[in-house]
């Protein structure tokens, strides 16, 4: 999906206001622990230069990401909080619950949760991979760029059908969408 965020001065130097369009890219978690840990590769480590330097996308996150980080044992979660505050001084976008507030009634009771989130969870096996998808989608962005290849692109094609979102390691996304 694309938003309109800005623009810039153009024109006969009356002042003419330019919009441009700008894409929402959603940016996961473990792409700041892959640049802290060393292990995103050469070539990951380039693309991923090439994506922050691009004028014509919007990086977001969660705060499920900064939750995450802080999970990080102390030892090592501020390397963590300086890689994600230095690589995403980027906007946070809305949380969206994954459930409603209704209890289920009962035997066993429990709380009914959304459809999408539940059809995420069967999918991948790790929750909080599924949160981040989750919360993407729910804020209409339609492309996810991780290195987390065991747990999300290894999926990616019954995600896409589920989701209608294109999930890119930094390498594919700029194979992908950069000329």
Known sequence: MVEVIGGSIAG???GVYKKFIMKKIYFDTCVISAIVKKDIGKENCNALDKILALKTINLVTSDIAKKEIEKIPSDY???HENAYNALLNIPTIKHYKTCGNLLLMGVGGGIKEDKLFLSLKNILPDKNDALHIYQAIKNNINDFITTDVETI???KDELAKI???NFFTPVDFI???VN
């Open 175 to 177: 194979k992908m969408n």
């Open 153 to 155: 692109i290894k999926y």
């Open 12 to 14: 006969d130097g009356i």
């Open 77 to 79: 979660r501020e390397e």
């Open 163 to 165: 989701t209608g979102t």
